[in-house]
Every structure is written in C-alpha cells, then in structure tokens.
C-alpha cells in the first residue's frame, strides 16, 4: 500500500491540488523541495517523456513512491504551441504573466480560438518499476485576450472552460477539480490505486 508519495513538482498549485485529491486515500504527498530534490531536466518532445523522465528522477533520489505530471496547453492555430514548453513559453525565468501575453500576441486578429490543457501523469513505485502507472486527462477550452479570476496559476486566466464559459482563474477549486485535465488524470490514476488496492487485499 503507497501512503506517501513525493511529487516531483516545485509548482505549489500542483500540490494543493494533488493533496487534496489524494487526502482521501490516506496518501500523503511531499514536494521533492522538501527533500532538497532538484528539478529534473525535461528534454523531450512529448508529455510522457517527460513525465517518466521526472517520476524517475525523484523516486532515485528520494527511494520512495514518485508523482510527476507533465502538462501543458496547446493551442489549435498555434499548430499545438506551446505544448510542453508550455511553463517557459516566454523564456526564462519562468512567468505566467509572459507566458499569457505571449499567447494572446500569437493570437491577434485569429478566429479560431480553440485550445485545449492536456495532463499525463506517471506514479513509480520504485526507480526501476517496470509498469508506472500513467493516466491521462484533457481540458477543451478557448483563449480569451482578456484575463478574468483571481485563482488558478498558468494559463487559466485567459482560458475559457468550453462547457461553463468559466476561466479557470475564476472556477472554485472543486468545479476546477471537477472539469480540468488535472482533476481527469487524478481521477483515472485513482481508479488505478484503487483497483491495486483490492488485489493486495
């Protein structure tokens, strides 16, 4: 039975919400700053690349259970950008306000709007675990020019929920929870663990 899991994430909105949904299961998280575990690199091209690459990093220096999502947005007239460069769109240091700004740029005068958030997550057991479990979840959703809410962190400001009109800066976290490509993920992971659950039974 997992009943701690480091989550290979320096992001604090990450850990309110992975917290929260895992709380239930009586599965503790700790972010690897905790630790004193640096960011892995993330040179792949593709979001489960990733994902594994910083599962595995933490895992091998921690010796416990990882977590590590990688997400992004990718945007339809953007032909998928920014994808995974999703949280360094603008460059370095890391900034949403650019990150934002960059995007809605990228967008004067386009009508097609349309984009959607996208989560993969990987939970290794162990460094070398053969078969991580992976769940995947996807938010659709517009781009709005004008940033609207107070809450949420990335993108979700100028996201448009395509189903409440809602930006995701604007949801309560249990509506956020509810629709976003995080919450999906959390939730197929979840029915994983629970499924292992009543095999260890």
């Known amino acids: 039975m997992i009943s701690r899991l480091i989550l290979a994430s320096t992001n604090p909105g990450k850990l309110r919400e992975f917290s929260r949904l895992l709380e239930p299961l009586g599965?503790?998280?700790?972010?690897?700053?905790?630790?004193?575990?640096?960011?892995?690199?993330?040179?792949?091209?593709?979001?489960?690349?990733?994902?594994?690459?910083?599962?595995?990093?933490?895992?091998?220096?921690?010796?416990?259970?990882?977590?590590?999502?990688?997400?992004?947005?990718?945007?339809?007239?953007?032909?998928?950008?920014?994808?995974?460069?999703?949280?360094?769109?603008?460059?370095?240091?890391?900034?949403?306000?650019?990150?934002n700004a960059k995007v809605v740029a990228a967008l004067a005068g386009a009508a097609n709007r349309r984009a959607h958030y996208y989560c993969v997550l990987v939970l290794m057991r162990s460094v070398d675990d053969p078969q991580p479990l992976i769940a995947e979840g996807t938010w659709w959703g517009t781009i709005a020019d004008e940033a609207r809410g107070a809450s949420g962190f990335g993108y979700d400001p100028h996201f448009r929920d395509a189903e409440s009109g809602m930006s995701g800066a604007e949801m309560p976290l249990d509506l956020k929870n509810a629709v976003s490509h995080r919450g999906k993920a959390m939730r197929a992971l979840i029915a994983c663990l629970n499924e292992l659950r009543e095999r260890e039974r």
């Open 27 to 99: 599965i503790a998280i700790v972010a690897q700053r905790e630790l004193g575990i640096p960011d892995a690199d993330e040179p792949h091209a593709t979001f489960i690349e990733n994902a594994l690459a910083k599962a595995r990093h933490a895992s091998e220096v921690a010796k416990w259970p990882a977590l590590a999502d990688d997400s992004g947005i990718c945007v339809d007239a953007l032909n998928g950008a920014p994808g995974v460069q999703s949280a360094r769109y603008a460059g370095e240091p890391k900034s949403d306000a650019r990150n």
